[in-house]
Every structure is written in structure tokens, then in C-alpha cells.
């Protein structure tokens, strides 16, 4: 289908940096109570390493303010005269930031300390920077015993690491003991397998099931690339499909304490080896999973992401024909709405039933075997053709009229039912007035995105190009709604002999003027996302197609 990117050695950053080039910012913060949303931060101090060597110190009292505590006071021996002419947060937290810069954060009790910069953060109205996050309290867990210390508190672990600074909750000193308590316990994980950066972070993650530390050799030689994996139980059955732009990397925390679902660390019990598929780009890999959800179910994805479970709007086929939900998709060219789900499916009926006169009931008629009109009928919501008020050619134009509105006319639906809601609400009958309109969004939301699919199914050939993370293009060759051809361009050279060549390569895709299933409508949804994303530009479009994308690109930065 796609054409696959050649061989990329992968990225330092894919790999892990080795600890000894990392560079760590140790931070401590005193506060003037336990919760972040409920007291103020009244020092920040924090010591930047790298391989352990000391190369920055940071430190500021910060007036939080409040009055702080007195009970907080005997415990730090930070007091309200201190912090008096102390800068304000919104002073020290930019400051703070640009110190901290790219490395990777430490604290000891990290949860306590982000949770506060993170709330300081969006009290001054400045981007947290989500760094990568050591707990030193996490990694002592793990790396020490009861007999060598009897807690996990900062003094004690300093004073079995030998730290030259005692804490004493102030935050630069309580920084710099942690550094040697983090130096102390690097040395230890290193027995561990952990020589990078990400081993550390993964390692100090809670403690994982004894199955997961047994089974994480499955993660071990997978592509750093943009893919699909595919867990597989030991006689080759697909258990669990996933997608990531780093498979190895995504594949590994399965195996890490973060995963905490239940049903897939279910998963992880009978899986036997997982296989890589290895895609040109984020877009194919998303492609490929999907079509490969759709053709396997395993029974570890949700159910929710089989497309057989979508429900569409359509017409029976009878003589006096009405309007049904069904899983079954109608053939391509006949009314429809959808695929959507079941509820909203039923709501657009609703909208149609209340905007034309088509029949409701759900029984068979013949223009040779009247029967009794029903209730609806008999109020004058039918135009009843079970008794032979209406013909077979009264009901067809009926139909066409609904056949429009399915297709083509949606403003009819619109027009009235706000008709419809006016006189409601001048009865003051409100409340079927709200149901009215529930029915008009539901029907309208179904109409724009069975319009905007149908539409781009109908477009032809469309080949687009999204920046790749690493310089290139990512681009897409689509072909009535699915993908034909994918390729990463090289980085630093023109783009379009490279294009050329998959537009050329492409599959072939026979031309349709609709969907034709649920899963072609759901491949079409995940391209026109991409296509929707304002780094994505449109290189051509072989046919007619409107849409409020950007494009075409006339050239490429290389």
C-alpha cells in the first residue's frame, strides 16, 4: 500500500541519553501549607548537574502573598519579615524556568514540588514545560532496604549517602543534599540495566507486576520508528493492536508500573512477542492500525473501534419504503446518513420524522392489503398509505423529498424544525421545544459529516504533506478517501522527485462517489484530521474539491 521510509539510524534522544551527558535540576520548595491550590510558595532553591559535577545554583525567598503559619515558621525558619520585601512569584517563577531550561527535573517527592509549579504556573499565566521527572523518594524504594535506613525521608538517605549538607528545610540546602542522595542511588540503578535517561525515568516509576518485569525482554530490538505493534499470544493470535510515532519506546511502558489498566496488564499475561509494522509516518501508522483493528479484532482493543458497530440512516426497500437505523451499510448511491453512532443515528430519525410526512410504523404494507391506520395516522402525523389515503406514488414523493434531505437539501430538515420549535415555544411547551432541538443538532451534525466525507471520497486523488518532526515532509498519496501511498522525504533535499516517485508508485484505488462501508468512512475521518491540521498543505488535487484546508503549496523548504 505505502511505500516504507529507508532505514534512519535512530535519534540520540530515541535511544536514551547516557546519564554521565544528562543534566539534572534538582529543585526543593518551601510552602506555606500541603496543597497547591490552597498556599503559596515562599522559596525555590535548585542545584543543575551534570555528571555529577555541580555547574548552577538557584535560589530566592518568595513572598507568597499570605501570612504564613506559625507552625510552618518553627519548621522552616522562613517568617513573614523574611519574605517581606521578598520578589513576588510572578518575579521569581520566569527566573526559575529559564534556570531549569531542558533538563530533567528532580525532587525528592516530585509530586509535591510539580504539583506546586505547575499550580504556579497557571496562577502567572506562563507554560508549564513539562519536563522529564525523577522522585529520588521512588528510586530509594527501589534501591534500598529497611535494615540500611529507616525511611525513605530526605535527612536519613542523606545521611546514608554521605551528603556534606544536612537538610534543614530550607529549599538550597535540601536541594543540595539530594543531589547526593540522587548521585548515591544513580550509582546503585546502574546494577540495574539503567545507564540512560529514559531507564531512569522508566525505572523510577512505581514498582511493576513481577509478570511485567518478566515479560519486558518482549519490548527488547523493536524499531525506533513510527508504527503499529501488535501484541500476539503464544500461537500467533493478534491480543492487541496499538500505534505509536516510537514503537519501541511506546511498547516498553507497557511493561513499566504506569500501566495500571487492568485489562491490559491481562494482556500482558498471555502475550508471547509483539511484532512491529514499520510505516513510512504517524499518519500511515494510524492508517494501518486502524485497517488492521478492523480486519482482526483482538479482543484486547475496545470494541468501540469496530467499525461494524456503527449505525447508519437509511430507507427500506419496500413498497411504501421508511426510515431505519441499521448496521448494514446501504449501497453506494443509495440515501444514507452516517456511519455514526447507534443514538445519534436515532436522533436524525427523529429530526426527519418531525421536519416530513414519511411513514413511521414498522410493518410491511401493500397497496393491495390496506389496514388500519395506527395512532399516528389517525392525528394526522401519517399521511397513510397503510389504508390507502395515500398511493404508492403519494409515498414516493414522500420519499424523494427524505432522499433529498438525507443527501443533498439538509436545510429543509432545518428549516423546519425551527418552524416546528417557534410554535413550541409560543405554546410554551419548552421542553418539547429542547427535544426539537436535540433532534435539529443531532440531524445537522450527522448531515455536515456525511456531506464532508462524501465529499472528499468524491475529490479523487489528493496528495498533502505535513512537516516531519525531524525536517522533511510526511506526505500522503489518497485516492477516494483512502490511503494509496506514503514516503518521508529526506531532510535537506528537494522533496518532489521523492513525491513524484510514491504519487507514482501508488496504489490503485477504484473510484467511488460515496463510502462504502464503516471502515472506509473511518479511514477517510483519520486523513481528513491530517489534512485539517494547519502544518498539513495540499500539493494536488486531481478533480473537484472544495474545502477549508490549507494549500496549495507551491514549494518546499527543504
Same mark, same amino acid.
Given at each position: ?6 532505514? $534512519? ?16 535540576? /534538582? ?50 525558619? &522562613? ?26 527535573? /528532580? ?71 539530594? /543531589? ?11 546494577? %540495574? ?23 519486558? %525482554? ?5 524499531? %525506533? ?35 495500571? $489498566? ?6 500482558? #499475561? ?39 458497530? $456503527? ?55 401493500? #397497496? ?46 432545518? $428549516? ?45 486523488? /489528493? ?62 475521518? &483519520? ?32
Amino acid at each position: 500500500m505505502a511505500l516504507s521510509a529507508p532505514y $534512519r539510524q535512530p535519534a540520540l534522544e530515541e535511544m536514551g541519553v547516557p546519564l554521565q551527558l544528562v543534566t539534572f535540576c /534538582v529543585v526543593d520548595l518551601e510552602t506555606t501549607g500541603l496543597a497547591a491550590d490552597a498556599a503559596g510558595i515562599t522559596e525555590i532553591g535548585a542545584v543543575k548537574v551534570r555528571g555529577g559535577e555541580i555547574v548552577g545554583e538557584f535560589q530566592s525567598l518568595v513572598d507568597p502573598g499570605e501570612p504564613i503559619d506559625p507552625r510552618v515558621v518553627r519548621l522552616t525558619g &522562613i517568617s513573614d519579615e523574611m519574605v517581606a520585601g521578598a520578589p513576588s512569584l510572578e518575579e521569581v517563577l520566569p527566573s526559575f524556568l529559564e534556570f531549569l531550561g531542558g533538563a530533567t527535573l /528532580v525532587a525528592h517527592n516530585a509530586a509535591f514540588d510539580v504539583g506546586f509549579l505547575r499550580h504556579a504556573c497557571d496562577k502567572v499565566e506562563v507554560p508549564w514545560p513539562r519536563p522529564p521527572v525523577v522522585d529520588t523518594v521512588l528510586l530509594a524504594r527501589k534501591l534500598t532496604d529497611k535494615y540500611e535506613t529507616p525511611n525513605r525521608r530526605l535527612g536519613s538517605l542523606a545521611r546514608l549517602f554521605g551528603s556534606p549538607t544536612t537538610p534543614n528545610h530550607r529549599a538550597l540546602d535540601d536541594a543540595r543534599a539530594t /543531589v547526593t542522595v540522587l548521585h548515591g542511588l544513580i550509582e546503585r540503578a546502574s546494577g %540495574h540495566g539503567v545507564h540512560t535517561d529514559l531507564d531512569l525515568i522508566e525505572f523510577c516509576r512505581a514498582i511493576p507486576s513481577k509478570l511485567q518485569r518478566r515479560k519486558r %525482554h518482549l519490548a527488547d530490538d523493536l524499531p %525506533h520508528r513510527p508504527g503499529v505493534y501488535v501484541f500476539r499470544d503464544g500461537e500467533g493470535r493478534a491480543l492487541y493492536i496499538g500505534v505509536s510515532k516510537n514503537v519501541a519506546k511506546r511498547v516498553r511502558t507497557y511493561f513499566t508500573a504506569g500501566e495500571q $489498566r487492568r485489562r491490559l496488564r491481562d494482556m500482558i #499475561a498471555m502475550a508471547e512477542s509483539v511484532d512491529p509494522v514499520v510505516c513510512a509516518h504517524r499518519l500511515e501508522a494510524a492508517v494501518v492500525e486502524f485497517q488492521m483493528i478492523s480486519r482482526g479484532k483482538p479482543p484486547y482493543n475496545r470494541a468501540s473501534k469496530y467499525p461494524e458497530h $456503527r449505525a447508519w440512516v437509511r430507507l427500506t426497500k419496500e413498497a411504501f419504503p421508511r426510515l431505519m437505523v441499521s448496521r448494514k451499510p446501504p449501497a453506494v448511491g443509495e440515501p444514507r446518513l452516517g456511519p455514526t453512532t447507534g443514538t445519534q443515528a436515532q436522533q436524525a430519525v427523529e429530526a426527519l420524522h418531525e421536519a416530513l410526512p414519511i411513514r413511521q410504523c414498522r410493518q410491511r404494507l401493500s #397497496a393491495s392489503k390496506p389496514v388500519n391506520p395506527c395512532f399516528l395516522g389517525e392525528i394526522g402525523k401519517c399521511p397513510r398509505p397503510c389504508d390507502g389515503t395515500a398511493t404508492v406514488e403519494d409515498h414516493a414523493a414522500v420519499v424523494a423529498d427524505t432522499a433529498r434531505a438525507m443527501g443533498s437539501d439538509g436545510a429543509s430538515v432545518g $428549516r423546519a424544525l425551527m418552524a416546528r420549535m417557534e410554535q413550541l415555544a409560543a405554546q410554551e411547551r419548552f421542553e418539547s421545544a429542547a427535544e426539537v432541538r436535540e433532534q435539529l443538532v443531532a440531524f445537522e451534525r450527522l448531515f455536515a459529516q456525511a456531506k464532508r466525507v462524501r465529499e472528499f471520497v468524491r475529490a479523487g486523488t /489528493v496528495v498533502a504533506a505535513s512537516p516531519g518532526e525531524r525536517g522533511g515532509w510526511e506526505v500522503a498519496v489518497i485516492k477516494s478517501g483512502l490511503l494509496a501511498g506514503a514516503v518521508s522525504t529526506s531532510p535537506g533535499f528537494d522533496p518532489m522527485p521523492e513525491i513524484d516517485d510514491c504519487v507514482a508508485g501508488a496504489d490503485a484505488v477504484e473510484a467511488c462517489g460515496d463510502v462504502r462501508d464503516a471502515s472506509h468512512a473511518g479511514e477517510a475521518e &483519520i486523513l481528513l484530521r491530517w489534512l485539517e491540521e494547519p502544518t498539513t498543505r495540499v500539493v494536488a488535487v486531481d478533480g473537484a474539491w472544495s474545502s477549508d484546508l490549507p494549500g496549495p503549496v507551491d514549494t518546499f523548504s527543504a
